[in-house]
């Protein structure tokens, strides 16, 4: 998709970018977004896999409490 957007830029006039008054602005606030979304999402993906059914944390219960160390690895996971 780059490679038909760098080539599309490439072979289109000069003058026709002015004259709609063409950058890469839009694209780059798109980019930035997308990528804040992505980054903002992880944590809570993280969150939500290791209380999944069958990790490890959500194997422990309530009694461990909030503030319990919950590591989904494999190495710590107890044989079901």
Known sequence: MLAIAGTAWWLTLHEH???NNFSFA???EVAVLFAG???TMTPALL???ARAPGSDCASRGSSSGPRASCRASSTTRRPT
């Open 47 to 49: 969150l939500l896999n």
């Open 37 to 39: 979304i992505f980054v």
């Open 26 to 28: 839009p694209i780059v």
């Open 17 to 19: 970018r002015v004259a």
